[in-house]
């Protein structure tokens, strides 16, 4: 086996792995929170793509100041989405949450073939073309700026959920939400705050994917499912879990499509966390209810 | 869910009430409307559209049996439907072999993956499990989209044989209606006995209650995997007779929309009954025709109706029925 074919794969695999944890870090987020699993994730990843590509060639920004207004934009529809449907629902039964998300992605997903049309789109990046070479690894400044940008929101998030005002009354709201209510935490707010974060986090992860990859409305389903499968096999609500989960789908994935056939590079991805669900039916980091 | 009490129906489009005493004359009724319905339509469009409602119908009775009666949601029944699709049309199309042997075995392929799939996603319940049968969905279609030695990849299978039973050949849409239909009326018939039965019994006691089922001596993995693998099994047969009626099929028939609308059609319909897959089959394919100048809107309208069912109308459209008459039973007639 040669070493450096070896290590560039594991470094794409790293790149990948990591946008999966970012797309993955909300869903599971929200499932924490508010106990709801968004089927619609994936469309939030989508329209930060989207939004980043007509901020760039219609407002004319660069590429950073589209990328965060796409997020902050998104993180807005979130909070919309959420007042609109998820919170008159939460005390229905998770069947009614779950199809009403399906419904939710259905109708974004739709719109935007409607309204940015189906042919696939580039988003227009400065650091695209530009390559570094680390060792023996060549990666472009882009796949680079993925892997370090999602770092650095990774570590801010936890920082936020840990020691922060905020990220407390989070924590205290997804251990028991009659209890953090009774103690005066808005929990209406706490709500809207985590949907807004978990949206910005996906938009955020589509912004810097997008320039590396083709775009079309319909890559929210590739995104859902990757960040389900990332979530399902760290264990649902853990965001250590998350982390470690979708490094090890992207550098698997990386190295089955390398050594083993690039087409069937997704299906070894789905057979790997039916593995880990056999071994482990909620996953590897699963505990009691709650943030980790 | 099923049992509430109504007269005979008199034979309305869909009237195969579920599991109602007393509703025989509007089943009789219904099933006689259901069989004129061809010489009714009068052209061949008319009679392809009924069986395409019949085909949805079937297939949303089998993933009405998962979804209704075991109280899971599958998100891989499409995958299903393809792979009883595929089983039949790779045996007829490279083997020569006659579609008929081809059909039963498009079923017990179909349950074999069902009984796999099934033993592993059903350690898991509620959302997990959706998404495990997500992911099996989303396999099967990788699969079935690169395995371009077997299943000619996104290119699919052209010109598979039609359906032939001795001297009757089910090519032309009023012959395959009808083979549809029986199987439609059948598996309706075995749902509702199925309903009655104690295996039904314990189907819904799992649904409602698991671990007070279990209490009970229900063994709940045994009991769901029996009904995943029956649904399955139905979903197999489903497909297999869409393949040789359309005479082509393409990795797209195990695709998310292709989930999404089974999905509809049954809560739109309403789930956990027999007439609600059947009608929700009917709505689905009467909006899918006639919103077919609308192009994408066309999904947008069925998200719409998918949100606005589940949150305005949770028994779905067959509740209406009996919102409608409660209150006027309630105030014995009076307006």
Request: hydrophobic share 55%; net charge neutral; with cysteine.
């Amino acid at each position: 086996m040669d070493v450096t074919v070896f290590a560039q794969q594991i470094a794409n695999g790293l790149v990948n792995g990591m946008a999966y944890v970012l797309i993955a870090t909300g869903l599971t987020l929200v499932f924490g929170v508010l106990r709801i699993v968004n089927f619609a994730h994936g469309e939030f990843y989508m329209l930060g793509a989207y939004l980043t590509y007509f901020a760039g060639t219609l407002l004319g920004l660069d590429y950073i100041t589209a990328a965060l207004l796409g997020a902050v934009v998104v993180a807005a529809l979130g909070v919309a989405a959420n007042k609109l449907i998820f919170w008159p629902l939460r005390r229905d039964h998770e069947f009614t949450i779950l199809l009403s998300s399906l419904g939710l992605a259905l109708l974004i997903a739709n719109s935007g073939e409607l309204l940015f049309g189906a042919d696939p789109k580039y988003v227009e990046s400065p650091f695209a073309d530009e390559v570094l070479d680390i060792g023996t690894v060549t990666l472009t400044q882009q796949r680079v700026l993925v892997f370090g940008a999602a770092v650095a929101v990774l570590v801010a998030v936890y920082l936020f959920i840990r020691y922060s005002r905020f990220g407390k009354m989070m924590r205290a709201t997804a251990q028991n939400p009659d209890g953090a209510a009774l103690t005066g935490i808005n929990i209406g707010l706490v709500h809207s705050y985590t949907f807004a974060l978990a949206c910005g986090l996906a938009a955020l992860s589509g912004a810097l994917v997008g320039p590396t990859v083709m775009i079309f409305p319909t890559i929210g389903n590739w995104a859902v499912l990757k960040g389900f499968i990332v979530v399902i096999m760290g264990g649902l609500g853990s965001v250590t879990g998350a982390l470690f989960a979708g490094l090890l789908l992207g550098v698997i994935e990386s190295l089955g499509g390398g050594y083993i056939s690039l087409g069937f590079m997704e299906a070894i991805g789905y057979a790997m966390i039916i593995a880990v669900l056999l071994w482990r039916p909620n996953g590897l980091f699963s505990t009691a209810r709650g943030l980790r | 869910m099923s049992t509430h009490t109504t007269a005979p129906t008199g034979g309305t489009a869909a009237g195969v009430p579920g599991g109602i005493p007393g509703g025989t004359l509007g089943l009789a009724g219904g099933a006689l409307l259901l069989g004129v319905l061809p010489f009714l339509a009068g052209n061949a469009y008319l009679e392809h559209l009924l069986v395409l409602w019949m085909l949805y119908a079937l297939l949303a009775l089998s993933l009405n049996i998962i979804i209704g009666y075991l109280g899971e949601l599958s998100f891989g029944h499409a995958a299903f439907v393809g792979v009883g699709a595929y089983t039949s049309a790779i045996l007829s199309t490279q083997l020569g072999l006659p579609p008929l042997i081809g059909l039963p075995l498009a079923g017990i392929v179909a349950a074999l993956f069902g009984l796999v799939i099934g033993y592993a996603a059903l350690r898991v319940v509620g959302p997990q499990f959706a998404i495990l049968t997500l992911g099996f969905g989303s396999i099967l279609y990788t699969v079935t989209n690169h395995w371009v030695d077997l299943t000619r990849g996104p290119m699919g299978i052209s010109n598979i044989p039609p359906l032939s039973l001795g001297p009757i050949t089910f090519a032309e849409a009023r012959e395959t209606y009808y083979l549809v239909l029986a199987l439609v009326l059948i598996v309706a018939f075995l749902c509702h006995a199925l309903v009655n039965s104690r295996t039904g019994r314990a189907f819904i006691a799992v649904r409602e209650n698991a671990p007070l089922a279990a209490s009970l001596g229900v063994n709940v993995f045994h009991t769901k995997l029996l009904g995943f693998v029956v649904a399955t099994a139905i979903a197999g047969v489903g497909g297999a007779i869409y393949a040789h009626y359309i005479k082509v099929i393409t990795p797209d028939i195990m695709g998310v929309h292709n989930v999404a609308a089974l999905i509809i059609v049954v809560v739109v319909g309403g789930r956990g009954t027999i007439a609600g897959p059947i009608l929700g089959a009917l709505v689905y394919i009467g909006l899918l025709e006639s919103l077919r100048v609308a192009g994408p809107l066309r999904m947008v309208v069925f998200a719409a109706l998918l949100t606005g069912t589940v949150v305005f109308l949770p028994g779905g459209l067959v509740s209406l029925w009996s919102r409608w008459r409660g209150p006027r039973h309630a105030e014995g007639g009076a307006k």
